[in-house]
């Protein structure tokens, strides 16, 4: 994903990346004399060691980008750091309290990168001596990838990985990310693991961001990152997908006073080549 060009049946496409997660591509697609770049899901900040996503310097008709987070006013930027600290926090309470093993339940695969890196790197700093952080079934997977992908010096995926098959055995002293629980309760999971709540600490993404004790990693573009893109884009239309939109968000009111044109594009498809 170095934007190179390849056109395919009259279409010229160049992908680029898009930060977020692995694999997660921005595209630019030019057709005749329309210029178009769609976001997917994105990130500009780092996520997981992964850097921010890219795009060209050229002038596009339309941006269309996701909006996960447009209506999201109250919570403006990436607060990263505090997202963080949130999950060392949480994970040390838990350890104060006596679990000599926490499980840590993600909500998809790239959370689940992005809680590894944070728990490295408070190793890295000293925190939670003794504990081995472990990976378990599709997230080790994809952890595998994110290793050779990302070579950076001092970043947490130049670390040796460890796994762990959590469905026969929870090995002590250990911290375990993994996916794919979502549907099962706590006590269920103690059940079919043989632990008591003494013993393990299962910990989940918060749902919301009032519930103490939890943690909240957000991999999509922030207000301020949707804010950004759509003003350092050359555009003369944005239409947003991929969010909530019952009511119109603060996004599409600021980049309408700085004289962009909002849609959404599942009630606008059909404008997409009439940007004149």
Known sequence: MDG??????????RLYPAGHLLGAAMIDVQMDRLRILITGDFALRETAGLPGGVWSGADYDALVMEGSHAADNVYPTAASLTHIHALWDVCQTSI?????RLLILAQALGEAQAVYE???????QGKFPGLAIR??????????????????????WRLPLMTAEIHD????????????????????????????SAEIAILRPSQTR???DT?????????????????????REVMLYHGTFNTPPSLMQCLEQCGRRISLLKNKLHTIGDVS
């Open 135 to 156: 990976m378990s079934g599709k997230a080790a997977k994809v952890a595998s990838l994110y290793q050779q992908a990302i070579s950076a010096p001092f970043s947490a």
């Open 215 to 235: 943690y909240d990693f957000p991999l999509h573009a922030s207000w301020g990152e949707l804010y950004a893109t759509a003003l350092a884009v050359r555009c």
């Open 118 to 124: 944070a728990l490295c790197q408070a190793q890295m």
């Open 169 to 196: 055995y929870f090995p002590h002293h250990s911290i375990v990310i993994a996916s794919g629980w979502e549907g099962q309760t706590d006590d269920e999971i103690r059940t079919r693991l043989g632990l008591s």
């Open 210 to 212: 009032t519930q103490q």
């Open 4 to 13: 190179q060009e390849v056109r395919c049946s009259g279409v010229n496409i």
């Open 96 to 100: 104060e309290k006596g679990a000599s």
